[in-house]
């Protein structure tokens, strides 16, 4: 079973940066309903994931390797921050957008304020 909420990214020092840039968080959501989770990141980044192709979902630890939107080969990077990160495994892969370009979206790390409450909406 899922739920429904908003989540909110987490940022840090590079808030500023991506706020002039038009990723900050008065441009990006984090949201679940109706079975769809619906990611944002300003011009950046948009991806309706279906829960039911969600197949897991774990915390991940270390520097991300950026701030920012990031990714290839189907593993994509959201996030404002190097911590509360959160990685989604989608099977099967979606569409997504980055930089309004098409790809393809198989792993999804986002860096959330409370990424528990992420994990536990999803019911996982």
Excluded: C
């Amino acid at each position: 079973m899922t739920g429904t909420g908003s989540f909110k990214i987490l940022y840090g020092a590079f808030r500023p940066l991506l706020s002039s840039l038009g990723m900050g968080p008065r441009f990006s959501t984090v949201e679940l309903d109706s079975g769809t989770l619906r990611v944002h990141m300003g011009w950046a980044f948009r991806a309706e994931i279906p829960v039911d192709h969600v197949t897991g979902v774990e915390p991940r630890q270390g520097f991300p390797g950026g701030i920012g939107v990031h990714g290839w080969r189907g593993r994509w990077l959201v996030n404002g921050a190097a911590t509360g990160l959160l990685a989604i495994t989608v099977d099967p892969p979606v569409r997504a957008w980055a930089t309004g370009i098409p790809i393809h979206l198989r792993q999804l790390t986002l860096s959330l304020e409370d990424p528990d409450a992420l994990v536990a909406a999803l019911g996982r």
